[in-house]
């Protein structure tokens, strides 16, 4: 298996993993680190939008099933 | 090739007729562009000071190296001075140092050669997938046009030597899995980790280009996607901790912690909209290669790198960072319009059936004899609207009568004319000739500092090197220290404040805060010196 090439499916499902928990990582630096002042900064705002870009991108790709990555 | 060849044979003759006319118009402008680089590059190898603020740095990192010394040091102790970037372009450098002494033009003689190697690596790029010689020509020479490079390709800096180092690793790495022989295999994935180590110890901003390559490799076979992973951390992870041991340390503080700037989203977006204003019309269809290989077939390793360099760029809104963030991306582009372009030309679009192709191809596929033929006149139309939006020229001496004809005005320093209208922060206020009147300031700097026996705290390196001076401090580098509470200042301060300093030469004032006050509280102004645009500020003790 880990000599065979990711599948667009596979490819799609690491990007919607990957996504959801960085995107969730992202969020976790403001809950874990209470003392943080100003909220969700610029850098984070940005980040966090690459992170929904990424599940989305993910998402897209699932279908297109065992079609090589 | 074949399908190249029949690409042709099917389209009307007037229709090539006019393709042809068209693809030589763009490769006049851009081989115009390319003469304009050289022109400039051949100006600044002869100029003896700094152009770019903080390549004098460089130069004495390259000092260091040559002399076995590590550039990462203590800056609270006598000369103050520390580097933030990595050694490979300086070690490059180094042997340089032993012939022909301490000097700019081989740094920048280096830099200039890596943007023509990288360029090569485009366009060869672009012919082995493409397989249409005109548009891997273009692809190449397009590299060279962006003002990006052109701007910071020919300094003593070493952003454009990892650029270089990341598209051979890119170039090396793409049709590795495909390699039949194993041991030619194995060659060419070494060959793509060393570039990629090679690039990263150029500059840290690589790490993008090796998150890039190692996600393709592992899309395209897991197992050495991850085999290469390990190689790469274990060499590189020893190499750090090598160095890291041998500096007590300062490796870490001066290149990594030291590294984290605030952050300006601002800066980040204006340059963003100047990248778009400039490279837009290879842009896009880069960005729709992406679309496409995403969809309708696979991913190649230039996709990843392009994404990963263009999320990279992001940081180009870091103090002291710039448009230089975005060189990387740029190559990526060249490499990726142009498969674009060489596809559309030799007709060799296939869309792999899936859901999409039913909403997104099919009720077009009427249209594709009209879509084909448009694809001949727009292909050099892209390349020639590319060549109008990142014009940028001198607009006096040989260059003024093409400057009449075009209806340009310099507007930018020492009369140049440069279409990015600095209009974004962090883009490099840079790209004019050198003039005798430069040097001549430049001399009058180093005489001022010759004529005092005391040593000179200079924000510039050259005057003191060429005053045979020891260079004091590195400004930047201390404000990024001091941006992150890493500095201490206090013996550099005792010293000012002492008056050990015969002279001090200021030019953008980049030391931290702490230090500029006491300057103020023990120096006064004295004269100004101009040189290359800039206004150098003598002071001498109260």
């Known amino acids: 298996m880990l ?67 | 090739m074949i399908q190249a060849a029949s690409r042709t044979e099917t389209a009307p003759s007037a229709l090539i007729t006019v393709n042809r006319v068209l693809m030589a118009a763009a490769l006049v402008i851009l081989i115009f562009y390319f003469i304009v680089y050289a022109v400039y590059a051949a100006n600044l190898i002869q100029f003896p000071f700094d152009y770019d603020q ?39 450098a180094a042997p340089f140092v032993w012939i022909f002494g301490p000097a700019y033009w081989y740094g920048r003689l280096l830099g200039f050669l890596g943007t023509l190697v990288t360029a090569w690596a485009i366009g060869y790029a672009v012919y082995r997938d493409g397989q249409h010689r005109w548009i891997a020509i273009l692809s190449g020479l397009a590299f060279l046009a962006s003002n990006t490079v052109y701007h910071i390709g020919p300094l003593f800096r ?14 090396v790495l793409a049709h590795a899995n495909e390699i039949a022989d194993k041991q030619k295999r194995r060659r060419a994935f070494i060959a793509g980790i060393v570039f990629i180590i090679a690039a990263g110890y150029t500059k840290q901003l690589a790490y993008a280009t090796a998150i890039a390559a190692l996600a393709f490799l592992f899309i395209r076979n897991p197992r050495r996607g991850i085999i290469s992973a390990l190689i790469l951390v274990l060499v590189g992870g020893a190499i750090f901790m090598g160095i890291n041991v041998a500096t007590n340390g300062q490796w870490w503080l001066q290149t990594v912690a030291a590294n984290v700037n605030d952050f300006f989203p601002d800066q980040t977006t204006g340059l963003f909209r100047l990248w778009f204003g400039l490279h837009g019309f290879l842009l896009i269809p880069a960005v729709l290669y992406v679309i496409y290989e995403f969809y309708f077939d696979r991913l190649s390793i230039y996709s990843l790198w392009f994404i ?11 103090w002291g960072a710039g448009d230089s963030y975005f060189a990387t991306a740029i190559a990526a582009m060249c490499v990726l319009s142009g498969l674009f372009a060489a596809r559309t030309l030799t007709g060799r ?18 249209f594709a004899p009209v879509i084909v033929s448009a694809g001949f006149l727009l292909i050099p139309l892209l390349y020639i609207g590319y060549g109008r939006a990142v014009l940028h020229m001198p607009t006096t001496g040989a260059f003024q009568p093409i400057a009449q004809i075009l209806g340009i005005q310099a ?40 004529s005092t026996d005391k040593p000179v705290l200079s924000e510039e390196a050259a005057f003191n090197l060429l005053a045979d001076k020891d260079v004091i401090t590195n400004p930047t580098q201390l404000l990024n220290l001091a941006n992150n509470e890493s500095y201490d200042g206090s013996a550099l301060i005792s ?36 040189m290359n645009g800039f206004s150098y500020i003598i002071l001498r003790p109260k």
């Open chain 2, 308 to 318: 990963a360099a263009t999320a990279n760029s992001i940081l180009s809104g870091k």
């Open chain 2, 158 to 171: 070493q952003h454009m030597t990892m650029v270089m180092f990341e598209m051979l690793a890119v170039l």
């Open chain 2, 495 to 530: 010293m000012i404040e002492n008056q050990e300093f015969g002279l001090i030469v200021l030019r953008a004032q980049f030391y931290p805060p702490a230090i500029l006050r006491a300057i103020g509280d023990a120096y006064t102004h004295d004269e100004e010196v101009p």
């Open chain 1, 3 to 69: 000599n065979k090439s990711l599948t667009k499916r596979q490819l799609g499902l690491l990007l919607l993993i990957g996504g959801v928990i960085g995107f969730l990582g992202i969020i976790a630096i403001d809950v874990l680190d209470v003392g943080r002042e100003g909220g969700i900064g610029p850098a984070q705002r940005i980040a966090l939008g690459l992170m929904v870009g990424l599940a989305l991108l993910g998402l897209t790709l699932i279908p297109m099933k065992d079609t090589p990555a």
């Open chain 2, 411 to 450: 507007n930018a320093q020492n009369g140049f004319y440069d279409s990015a209208g600095r209009i974004a922060g962090g883009y490099a206020d840079i790209g004019h000739l050198t003039t005798q009147a430069d040097i001549d300031g430049g001399n009058t700097i180093v005489d001022l500092v010759k």
């Open chain 2, 349 to 366: 679009w296939h869309f792999a059936p899936n859901y999409l192709t039913r909403f997104l191809i099919h009720p077009f596929r009427r």
């Open chain 2, 54 to 92: 903080g390549e004098g740095f460089e130069l004495v990192d390259t000092i260091l190296f040559s002399q076995g010394k590590w550039p990462y040091l203590d800056t609270n102790v006598y000369p103050f001075y520390s580097s933030n970037y990595p050694p490979l372009f300086h070690i490059i």
